[in-house]
């Protein structure tokens, strides 16, 4: 968990993704964070914007935390995401953020959680059309320093958030563009089942953005989006991925992200430590 | 839907999964089939047991159909799963199916839709398992002309249900066999998803042994298992994919399967028609 700096300092690379967290704003997740010695946090954009921009950067600066990831840009299939990106983008830049997660979008018209109306069934399109959003938006972050990091989702999820589904796909989306404008995540628990998974981690190198972790859930709850489990409560071997990171060149924080109805449920108080004792465990890094 | 023979006869290639009417014994199924036309089935094991092996031999020569696939070998990472293997192999040469659909088993331990006892995590070493077993199970096979497919499941059952999550796994296990001895089920709901899936339906192409289709339905229901839906219900595109398979040269039946709380609670006698005539809107073939 731990790695010595330049000085001898122990550096923690455990990040909080706010959402494991989410009863906790913005200023209660940075105090938290401080609290149990958590020095890294990703920030997710509507709680950034409830708690005012300016005020989260003072925040975060305040408290000495670096920004692991801003949450998120994306949703490029429906209409007209260009604007919303930008301003996303702007925000990572204030906060100083190490990369904009990119959860690319559905098929037009499906809505999570929603029955069928009239929708698109052209998959090839709407990955088309992702791409050409990519690139008008990498150079945009380029320009302000941001780097996106493209999010292969579980392949659960292709209809309702995101038509990009593994890390090869990504990495060939990426391709065009410098590795500081555009990276990927990865996200044990939509990897973990790829077959291909273990290459495509070598092959991305210096693209790996971010490393988020989590455990998947066996069985799956009834909302699917909420699979996510504390790492050791699900059926992922963290050690070989995180040994692939690691050998990929990745040395960047290490993100918790848990969408989980007994995780949100519990105290924050209670859930931060004893993630940060599996992580340790398990995912080592 | 149909297609010309040499002596001029329209053959269809549409097949009743049966347990799309699942309501529906083996001797129903059959009856089925004849009233409304239908010329293919698809045969479930434990069916077949409770309507004894030699009386639905007898049944489908009887009614003069085709038996498009036997359902279904495999669970081959726990325990040892070789003898009854090789009388799911005997059942299928004894019923002239067309193949074998082999459903490969989850990581050991894992049970489908039980909380998590002791498991294992080594989800490499489950592929290695499957691969062993193949290569006792593939000459046996080929010693009763008996053709096993094996079927990539969606990646969402990779800890409960399947560790082969795509058909470029599947062809790469395939690989060191005779394609009459060992080949692979497209199935539009466990691969519609896949970025890879039009290119590795061309390099399979005689490998294809079966073509089976149903819908992707989101959201999903609260057990995923039942996420398959009548075609036209959900996400899937059909006629590219039908494309794909016709090109690659498979000319076989084309199996509804449907696995849906709602369609099995409804009259199979009103399903049967209704499925067909959405078969011959989205899929062709």
């Not at 996510?228 to 960047?252: H, K, N, Q, S, W």
């Amino acid at each position: 968990m731990s790695a010595e700096t330049g000085g001898g300092r122990a550096v923690s690379r455990f990040a909080l993704n706010q959402w494991t967290t989410r009863r906790w704003s913005v200023a209660e997740a940075v105090d938290g964070c401080v609290r149990h010695g958590v020095e890294a946090i990703g920030l997710w954009r509507q709680d950034v914007a409830e708690q005012g921009l300016d005020e989260t950067v003072e925040l975060v600066r305040d408290a000495g935390l670096r920004v692991s990831s801003l949450c998120r840009g994306g949703f490029l299939t429906s209409g007209d995401a260009l604007d919303d990106n930008r301003r996303a983008i702007d925000e990572a830049a204030a906060l100083k953020a190490a990369c904009l997660v990119m959860v690319v979008g559905g098929l037009p018209g499906v809505v999570p959680g929603e029955p069928l109306g009239a929708i698109s069934r052209d998959l090839a399109g709407a990955r088309e059309r992702v791409a050409e959003a990519l690139a008008v938006l990498a150079p945009y972050a380029g320009e302000r320093g941001v780097r996106l990091a493209l999010e292969p989702l579980h392949p659960m999820y292709c209809a309702d958030r995101a038509v990009l589904s593994t890390l090869g796909q990504a990495l060939d989306l990426a391709d065009p563009y410098p590795v500081e404008q555009v990276g990927v995540v990865v996200d044990t628990f939509h990897v973990w089942w790829d077959p291909e998974v273990f290459r495509q981690i070598a092959r991305a190198g210096e693209r790996i953005a971010s490393y988020q972790v989590c455990d998947f859930l066996s069985p799956l709850p009834a909302d699917v989006l909420l699979g996510r489990g504390v790492m050791g409560d699900g059926v992922i071997d963290f050690a070989p991925l995180t040994t692939a990171v690691t050998e990929a060149g990745y040395t960047g924080d290490i993100e918790v992200e848990i969408f989980n109805a007994d995780v949100w449920a519990a105290d924050p108080d209670e859930v931060l430590p004893r993630i940060m004792t599996r992580f340790d465990e398990l995912v080592g890094g």
